[in-house]
């Protein structure tokens, strides 16, 4: 990201330079990246002979480097160009480095979808994890079911086309980006429900009283997998990723309200040899896995870590840990999940879209009157645990839910606050701990984003770019 690690030599070079030689050792690829690309690369800026050299294995490689090489220049003037001199040999600390967006609560549009991709690629971030549905609307258009986005998008303008889903994938694509769909179920289904109303028990309170309209599956009807079914299988044909998020989180009200207290459905449940509704929500899991199996083997199947909390089996899953209130919460929760086998991915000290006024990414200790990271405090690994456990971690995201964010907020937002994360899970931990040597880089860093036409926000206190955003306004 904006520290290359290692950096070996680095000096300002009086010479010019005349020429950046790249060579990838397997050639380019029409293959969509996946979790275990190269992203290796070695560059070196040769002040004696003013030239350059970018090596790699893959393209996905080059493509880190060619970015860690557009930050070596800098502007001392406008329309001036100076290039460090560099000896850098550099890869990825963990292979999963994300950013979750969420569509559903409110639409983004494709434009600005794009923009993000551009902006994760100059961070060296390589997952979109692309929360497409939930609760409030249902923007993907499926072709075997149109009406789940006629009738459960907001409008019909709020909808994205297969074209549109390709467009975003295969920009990605091209910056060396996957992208990970989320269909999250059972729970937060209630657009789901708008246009098949049978996929969504009725929902009882304690005094048998209807309660609400209902946010969860029923997974007792046997034409709820029928429908699955089909719904996955054209999904997974769309998408190309090896990997798949399908939510789980956030079930155990609607359990409750909805299955336990329907009468219908305890009724189905017992028939079906259950006695709890816990039973009943792992049978959910090991249908739709065996789905999903069927559908495209060898699809890798992510959860909301409440999912593992119900034993599904390990071998199928990999956990997205969400959960904890402070920092020795979160590594216990890693701990746990990688204990029992599962891969993991963290999310839950990165919840970008928890704001509050001032430099929210870090804080002053009182003590020493010194910025410590709230960001940067936060790693994957740090949790007391095996070095199997330990290797079970693939990495993070920084996640940025929906409820108050929409195109006109999104990128200030999210960068370069996303910065932070996107360094913590590239580079070396001893060389990304401290917040205190952070905020240099991410004020000249916001500074580069926003020189390159992004409307990044101001990460610390009064301070200035050498040039400011301008965009450009015609007077009413």
Known sequence: M?????????????????????????????????????????????????????????????????????????????????????????????????????????????GTLLQNLDLMAQNKMNVLHWHLVDSESFPYTSVKFPNMSTLG????????????????????????????PEFDTPGHAGAWGKSFTHLLPTCYNSQGFISELSNIMDPTLESTFTFLSSFFAEALALFKDNYMHFGGDEVSYDMQ????????????MKQLGYSSTSQLLNYYWNRLFSIIDKARAGTKKVVWQEVLDMNVPANTSIAHV?????????????AKVTANGHRAILSSCWYLNYIKYGADWGYIDNSNMRLRGLYYECDPTNFQGTAAQKARVLGGEAAMWGEFVDATNLIPRLWPRASAVAERLWSDPSATFSADAAWPRLHEFRCRMMNRGFPTEPPNNPDYCPFEWNPNYTEL
């Open 257 to 268: 309200q909805c299955w336990a207290n329907n009468p219908e459905v305890t009724k189905r």
């Open 322 to 334: 969400w959960k904890g209130g402070n920092i020795d919460d979160i590594m216990n929760e890693m």
């Open 2 to 110: 904006v520290k290359p690690n290692p950096l070996s030599k680095y000096s300002d070079a009086p010479a010019t330079l005349t020429s950046l030689s790249i060579s990838v050792a397997k050639g380019c690829t029409t293959a969509y990246p996946q979790l275990e690309m190269d992203e290796s690369y070695n560059l070196v800026v040769d002040r004696s002979k003013g030239i350059a050299t970018l090596t790699a294995n893959e393209v996905w490689g080059a493509l880190r480097g060619l970015e860690t090489f557009s930050q070596l220049v800098y502007q001392p003037k406008k329309n001036q160009y100076r290039v460090r001199t560099a000896t850098i040999a550099d890869s990825p600390r963990f292979p999963h480095r994300g950013v979750m967006i969420d569509s559903s609560r409110h639409f983004l549009p494709v």
């Open 153 to 180: 998008a907001y409008t019909p303008a709020h909808v994205y086309s297969v074209a549109d889903m390709k467009k975003v994938m295969d920009y990605a694509r091209l910056r060396g980006i996957r992208v990970v």
